[in-house]
């Protein structure tokens, strides 16, 4: 299946979160590669490094060298499309090693709307889980699932998805107050 969770609102890579951990309850395999957040650490990672989960069951790596062209980035665009495509890389090789059965692909909807790859690439190396209705039966050529997080989800993306969320922010505390994210809710 290929699920995508996007929308302006905060709980994307949350929600894609909490269906590792629920993949993990049920003795699978997940891998999460992070598109767009840099080398400081998130509460994701501080937690799963605490606890100290098994390499072999899951793994997070992050590809992306850090928000692109806000928070004071300095980084020259084409080290931040180089580090996207190396992620793309990393995630191809992992489809084909069919040792994952959740692949989370977090903020590629971001890392295609600001061009750091095009969706033309990202729908290639989703290719083996696209899906064909023949008899009633949905047939794939991965036994994987994989979830695509972050803002602007491409339209294409959306068509070849089998289930789409989308996260609609309603309130939150920076419109009013201009406060800063906070550990442990947005990172």
């Given at each position: 299946?290929?699920?995508?969770?996007?929308?302006?609102?905060?709980?994307?890579?949350?929600?894609?979160?909490?269906?590792?951990?629920?993949?993990?309850?049920?003795?699978?395999?997940?891998?999460?590669?992070?598109?767009?957040?840099?080398?400081?650490?998130?509460?994701?990672?501080?937690?799963?490094?605490?606890f100290?989960?098994?390499?072999?069951?899951?793994?997070?790596?992050?590809?992306?060298?850090?928000?692109?062209?806000?928070?004071?980035?300095?980084?020259p665009?084409?080290?931040?499309?180089?580090?996207?495509?190396?992620?793309?890389?990393?995630?191809?090789?992992?489809?084909?090693?069919?040792?994952?059965?959740?692949?989370?692909?977090?903020?590629?909807?971001?890392?295609?709307?600001?061009?750091?790859?095009?969706?033309k690439?990202?729908?290639?190396?989703?290719?083996?889980?696209?899906?064909?209705?023949?008899?009633?039966?949905?047939?794939?050529?991965?036994?994987?699932?994989?979830?695509?997080?972050?803002?602007?989800?491409?339209k294409?993306?959306?068509?070849?998805?089998?289930?789409?969320?989308?996260?609609?922010?309603?309130?939150?505390?920076?419109?009013?107050?201009?406060?800063?994210?906070?550990?442990?809710?947005?990172?």
């Amino acid at each position: 299946m290929i699920l995508v969770f996007t929308g302006n609102g905060k709980g994307k890579t949350t929600a894609a979160l909490g269906q590792a951990v629920r993949a993990l309850g049920q003795g699978k395999k997940v891998l999460v590669i992070q598109f767009i957040k840099g080398p400081w650490l998130s509460g994701e990672h501080i937690f799963f490094k605490r606890f100290k989960f098994h390499a072999s069951r899951f793994k997070i790596i992050r590809t992306g060298k850090g928000f692109v062209k806000i928070l004071g980035d300095k980084l020259p665009f084409k080290e931040h499309q180089k580090a996207a495509r190396e992620g793309l890389n990393f995630v191809s090789k992992a489809i084909k090693s069919k040792k994952y059965d959740l692949i989370i692909l977090d903020e590629i909807n971001n890392a295609v709307d600001l061009k750091l790859l095009s969706a033309k690439e990202v729908l290639t190396v989703l290719k083996p889980f696209r899906v064909s209705q023949r008899f009633g039966q949905r047939k794939s050529a991965t036994s994987s699932d994989v979830i695509l997080t972050g803002r602007n989800a491409p339209k294409s993306f959306i068509k070849i998805a089998d289930l789409v969320k989308e996260m609609k922010e309603i309130k939150h505390p920076f419109q009013k107050n201009n406060k800063s994210a906070r550990p442990g809710i947005e990172f």
